[in-house]
């Protein structure tokens, strides 16, 4: 069974750092990319970065680009997000969501519960 | 990097059939075949239900389908049943490694 388990979530102060995990079993983690999506409750999904299997392709929102890193380490079948200079906006719960394929394109079939990221002083 | 453009809400009684589109751009839907489609009731992570334009996953219901023409994409569920009342995004691939969803649609089942 493919489990995502995300976690690192807190409350934090404006432009502090914050790092998200995500721990992944149920599936041969390096042959899929990994995604971070996430929901300020009540309002709609937003893409925040995606990265292949192999870390050779990585893609950040807009949103987020500079502030943000994402990682993985496939030995660990973990995903991370660090997560710099965090704003008010950034306040939102952050799914870890599986790519059906490799590359990282082909649509997330596997999404965590979520972790919720609080950005207030 | 816009999100891609979706009703706020649509609407239909059991035993119908509704369409919700995803309009973008050239950049994204109109260049890729590969838009997904998602599920996601109130509480719950989203489920996937199309991917790449018109391949529905395994356990996925044949009563949703998805079709492309030009910039929009569209979702359509056949024989509306009540536990599809949900909240419905659209997601495309707009190159260099970019992903960008549409903002969500709100299915009533009446």
């Known amino acids: 069974e493919v489990q995502l388990v995300e976690s690192g979530g807190d409350l934090v102060q404006p432009g502090r750092s914050l790092r998200l995990s995500c721990a992944a079993s149920?599936?041969?983690?390096?042959?899929?990319?990994m995604h971070w999506v996430r929901q300020v409750p009540g309002k709609g999904l937003e893409w925040v970065s995606g990265i292949s299997w192999n870390s050779g392709s990585i893609g950040y929102a807009d949103s987020v680009k500079g502030r943000f890193t994402i990682s993985r380490d496939n030995a660990k079948n973990s995903l991370y997000l660090q997560m710099n200079s965090l704003r008010a906006e950034d306040t939102a719960l952050y799914y870890c969501?599986?790519?059906?394929?490799?590359?990282?394109?082909?649509?997330?079939?596997?999404w965590g519960q979520g972790t919720l990221v609080t950005v207030s002083s | 990097q816009s999100a891609l453009t979706q009703p706020a809400s649509v609407s239909g009684s059991p035993g119908q059939s509704i369409t919700i589109s995803c309009t973008g751009t050239r950049s994204d839907v109109g260049n890729y075949d590969l838009v997904s489609w998602y599920q996601q009731h109130p509480g719950r992570a989203p489920k996937l239900m199309i991917y790449?334009?018109?391949k529905r996953p395994s356990g996925v219901s044949n009563r949703f389908s998805g079709s492309k023409s030009g910039n929009t994409a569209s979702l359509t569920i056949s024989g509306l049943q009540a536990e599809d009342e949900a909240d419905y995004y659209c997601?495309?691939?707009?190159?260099?490694?970019?992903?960008?969803f549409g903002g969500g649609t709100k299915l009533t089942v009446l």
């Open positions: 790449e334009g018109t």
């Open positions: 997601c495309s691939y707009a190159g260099s490694n970019i992903l960008v």
């Open positions: 149920g599936f041969t983690f390096d042959d899929y990319a």
């Open positions: 969501a599986k790519d059906r394929d490799y590359g990282g394109n082909s649509g997330f079939d596997y």
